[in-house]
């Protein structure tokens, strides 16, 4: 497939993109700094901000399904709300329709999915993320495409096992997940319709 894929640069998105490729798939990701990212056969470069309708609206032309990894860090302002309005925008413009976006176990209804010690420390830690996140996933339920939004828990950098827990069940715990691990269920979702409209979680 031709997948635009937001994030890219991040360790979910790094994994996201090698994955894809060595699937046979075509990438074409947003980046703001080119130099942070070797693209490999088969990938394209937009240079761009995500917080700009322009580059994200070429970065989705032409593409067949939307992978949203983008994540906040540092002293930035989260972009995962702004962000993703403009790529919706994109998407409804070129007639692109499936979505596939990380958010975060603990966002909306998965609170109580998260110990609560931990939901304490997201609480005084995370919070304007999460937040952020939150209206990220209701522009999402709001737009009319064909989306899924995957949570997973606390990201590592383990290697890809496939031994994950992932799906809707409520008692599915927050937990620890590698990275690899997320980007191989995200890939799923690309033939995948079982969990069209719905949030998975991953664990």
């Known amino acids: 497939m031709q997948i635009a894929l937001f994030g890219a640069t991040g360790g979910t998105g790094r994994q996201i993109l090698a994955q894809a490729i060595s699937q046979g798939h075509q990438i ?16 394209t470069l937009i240079h761009g901000d995500v917080l700009d309708l322009a580059p994200t609206a070429e970065c989705v032309q032409g593409t067949e399904a939307v992978i949203c990894a983008l994540g906040s860090h540092g002293g930035r302002t989260p972009i995962e709300a702004a962000g ?3 790529i919706l925008t994109a998407m409804q413009s070129h007639g692109v329709r499936r979505l596939i976006t990380i958010t975060s176990l603990g966002v909306g209804d998965s609170r109580g ?37 995957v949570r997973p828990g606390g990201l590592t950098d383990g290697p890809h096992t ?6 809707l069940d409520p008692t599915i715990k927050g937990g ?21 409209h719905q949030t998975p979680a991953v664990t």
Not at 162 to 167: D, L, Q, W
Not at 176 to 196: E, G, I, M, P, W
């Open 113 to 149: 999915q998260l110990n609560p010690v931990f939901r304490i420390l997201m609480d005084l830690t995370l919070k304007t993320i999460m937040r952020a996140k939150a209206e990220q996933e209701e522009l999402i339920k709001a737009s009319g495409l064909d989306w899924t939004i």
């Open 176 to 196: 620890r997940v590698s990275r690899a691990d997320v980007a191989d269920f995200v890939l799923q979702q690309l033939s995948d319709q079982t969990y069209l």
């Open 28 to 43: 074409r990701a947003l980046v703001r700094d080119p130099t942070r990212l070797t693209a490999p056969a088969g990938v």
């Open 162 to 167: 496939g031994t994950y827990r992932s799906g």
């Open 84 to 86: 993703t309005a403009h």
